[in-house]
């Protein structure tokens, strides 16, 4: 299973874009890489996910580069609301070994 | 209504006690699973279903056992409770599905302590 590290936490400012990274240098090639928020003491909410170049939807963008070593999650012009934890998820396809193995994350903090 | 409902939402007990918890879920899906979250880390997954005869342990399942008692249904038991599993539990759906893993859907969490 491949292993991701990220920043332990970040800050920054209401209406900024925040670029959040997630390193994964053993992803295999089916793999994808799925971003989730979590606020507190709430379950995860999925935001993102993608399996290479570039990703976007109404809430975020995900960029992967060529070698999908590593993926950086972008949040444009974050609120307040923002604030909370991100997981990076690298996880397989169809994988009968199914173990969806979240991190840490990193803990967002949005100031006004 | 919720698509992922547990219950109890809260729950106190003593050491020794068992204890299970529940999940429910509406949407349909094949595949539950259950976590545990302590204080500043992330979700570690205890257990996992693929469907009603294939169960699966996770990362942590000592001490715990499950029940997929219908496709909607997985119930998550601690035969005999300790302090450290004190904790907040999520139980979680996903569905199948074709380009990707696709998007898991939480409930909304049980907080459960040991005394």
């Known amino acids: 299973l491949a292993k991701t590290t990220q920043p332990i936490s970040m800050d920054s400012y209401e209406g900024q874009e925040v670029n959040i990274t997630c390193s994964h240098n053993?992803?295999?090639?089916?793999?994808?890489i799925t971003w989730y928020q979590q606020f507190p003491s709430q379950g995860p909410r999925f935001i993102i996910q993608g399996y290479k170049t570039k990703v976007t939807n109404e809430v975020a963008s995900l960029f992967i580069p060529a070698d999908r070593k590593s993926s950086t999650l972008s949040l444009p012009r974050v609120s307040l609301s923002d604030t909370a934890v991100y997981y990076c998820?690298?996880?397989?396809?169809?994988?009968?070994?199914?173990?969806?193995?979240f991190g840490k994350g990193t803990r967002l903090h949005i100031l006004p | 209504d919720a698509d992922v409902t547990q219950t109890p939402r809260n729950r106190i007990t003593k050491t020794g006690k068992r204890i299970m918890l529940e999940c429910s879920q509406t949407?349909?899906?094949?595949?539950m699973y259950w976590y545990r979250q302590d204080p500043g880390l992330g979700l570690r997954l205890i257990y996992y279903?693929?469907?009603?005869?294939?169960?699966n342990k996770g990362e942590i399942s000592d001490g715990y056992s499950v029940s997929r008692q219908a496709q909607a249904k997985f119930s998550l038991s601690l035969e005999s409770a300790i302090p450290n599993q004190t904790a907040l539990y999520f139980c979680?759906?996903?569905?199948?599905?074709?380009?990707?893993?696709?998007?898991?859907?939480f409930g909304p969490g049980t907080r459960l302590t040991v005394l």
């Open positions: 279903s693929f469907d009603v005869k294939d169960i």
């Open positions: 979680a759906t996903r569905a199948q599905v074709a380009g990707g893993p696709g998007e898991q859907f």
């Open positions: 998820l690298v996880g397989a396809v169809w994988s009968r070994d199914d173990k969806i193995i």
């Open positions: 949407k349909g899906h094949d595949r």
């Open positions: 053993n992803i295999a090639t089916n793999d994808y």
